[in-house]
């Protein structure tokens, strides 16, 4: 059974950083991508960054320059950067898996089907 389970979340100041974290377990040597998501509070959820099976990756406008994607396959754990924070970065921030997709991987939430529970991000101004 497929388990996620995101770390790493806090509050901080604009400017400030934050590596999030994605412990994963239960997927074995399957073929797949993953993909870190943010929901906002009456926000849809939208993908801001993902890695394939090839380590390739992917990144929403609103992310680039300031969100890297990386994984440690030896601890089967996937990362996500994000430096100089904004107030409008604050969310809910999960990430997700899929064993559909393992090559070009979306940010498109419906194409994931196993989702970790979440960290919480809060910036002040």
């Known amino acids: 059974q497929v388990q996620l389970v995101e770390s790493g979340g806090g509050s901080v100041q604009a400017g400030g950083s934050l590596r999030l974290s994605c412990a994963g377990s239960g997927y074995g040597s399957n073929r797949y991508s993953m993909g870190w998501f943010r929901q906002a509070p009456g926000n849809e959820r939208e993908g801001v960054a993902c890695i394939d099976d090839n380590g390739s990756t992917g990144y929403a406008d609103s992310g680039q320059g300031r969100l890297t994607i990386s994984q440690d396959n030896a601890k089967n754990t996937l990362y996500l950067q994000i430096d100089n924070l904004k107030p409008e970065d604050t969310a809910m921030y999960y990430c997700?898996?899929?064993?559909?997709?393992?090559?070009?991987?979306?940010?498109?939430?419906?194409?994931?089907?196993?989702w970790g529970q979440g960290t919480q991000v809060t910036v002040s101004s």
């Open positions: 997700a898996l899929t064993t559909e997709y393992a090559y070009n991987c979306p940010l498109k939430d419906r194409a994931y089907n196993y």
